[in-house]
């Protein structure tokens, strides 16, 4: 009997230590991915910059009609692209996303549109399987560091979807949900419409006083638009799951930092209850003691 | 003489940024060669060879896989798929 809690308490503070250590790892771990991801973002950004420039002194300089810029009226069919985490232990970074694309999904639905999920990430990926809802394509890539040609892999599979007529089993609209990475404390999960394109952003207006250069196009307009507007795409999608893997690390970072201080605040409530379970056992020893000293002597 | 600033970019990073005489690239017609003050310019890249002629210190080439390029006063702007440094 004596020593019996005292036992399951010591028990318990040792493995609540060695788990505040894991979680403690975790925290320093994506404490320091962080910092590559967002030199990672910030090395796409020239690439970037020059593209969108190229796209919108296109759009100024033609009438552009292209197939990535149409708009289908009553579309029947849209793609969702859904940016996840490979791995939990980042809060509600996985359900956020997961929430984000059901709301979109039934709004799309609501629409009277077929939706097709192309997901990414373990956790996604799972979310469907063990529902039982159809996923037309699947990856995991490592969702902490995404690569380019994974990102030419998605905007491929997905432009080739989006330029197959609607009966013929195509989509008209692609939506992608992935998460902003705001600051180290806010990350939002948000939506895109990404096709059909809007080319809005950066558009130069003409200035009255300002002559427009006339741009040479080599081949054709039409070539170059058709060469610029996929990657523009593959572009835009490996933006998004740069900023979605900063997005999971601080996300993982800020869980793991509150799940040490839980572990922490466990081991002190342990830690006291061992000692009154201790304090129990000396009181119930000496007590025993005396009356049994007690009992033979009287 | 006017130089031109380049930047050749590929997805996930700048490749190479400098000051440049002449920049030659392989567009969809067949080799372009680019000299200051060139008239704004999009061109489809091919599989070949970019060579930067640098304003100071030896040419910069390399091979790529495709792309396309922008000129626009006196900026050359390359963007290319895969590139490797020769």
Known sequence: ?298 | MAELSVDLVSLDRKVWSGAATQVSAPSADGQIGILANHTPLLAVLRPGTIKVETASGPAVEAQVTGGFMSVDNNLVTLVVDEISLV
């Open chain 1, 1 to 298: 009997m004596a020593g019996g809690s005292q036992r399951v308490f010591k028990a318990r503070i040792k493995s609540t230590q060695s788990l505040k250590k894991m979680f403690r790892a975790q925290e320093l771990i994506a404490a320091s991915r962080i910092g590559k991801a967002r030199a990672r973002t910030a090395a796409a950004a020239p690439y970037a910059q020059a593209i969108t420039r190229a796209v919108s002194a296109v759009a100024t300089h033609t009438d552009i009609d292209h197939p990535l810029t149409r708009e289908v009226p009553g579309a029947k069919r849209a793609a969702v692209l859904v940016v996840s985490s490979d791995r939990g232990m980042a809060g509600s970074y996985p359900a956020s996303i997961v929430r984000e694309a059901e709301r979109l999904t039934q709004q799309l639905a609501a629409e009277g549109k077929e939706v097709l999920l192309y997901v990414t990430g373990r956790r996604a990926i799972s979310y469907y399987t063990f529902r039982g809802r159809e996923t037309v394509r699947t990856w995991t890539y490592g969702s902490e560091r995404p690569t380019a040609e994974v990102a030419e892999e998605i905007g491929q599979a997905l432009l080739e979807k989006f330029l197959a007529p609607e009966d013929e089993g195509g989509v008209s609209e692609l939506h992608v949900v992935s998460t902003q990475f705001v600051n180290m404390v806010t990350q939002r999960p948000h939506v895109v419409r990404m096709l059909p394109l809007e080319v809005v952003e950066g558009v130069v207006e003409a200035d009255e006083n300002e002559v427009l250069p006339l741009y040479d196009f080599e081949p054709s307009p039409e070539a170059v638009l058709d060469a610029l507007l996929p990657r523009y795409v593959d572009q835009r999608i490996y933006a998004a799951l740069l900023d979605a893997a900063a997005s999971e690390l601080a996300a993982r970072q800020r869980a793991m930092h509150t799940a040490t201080d839980n572990a922490e605040d466990l081991i002190r409530t342990y830690t006291r209850l061992a000692n009154q379970a201790r304090q129990a056992d000396i009181t119930q020893e000496i007590s025993e003691i005396v009356s049994g000293a007690d009992a033979l002597a009287s």
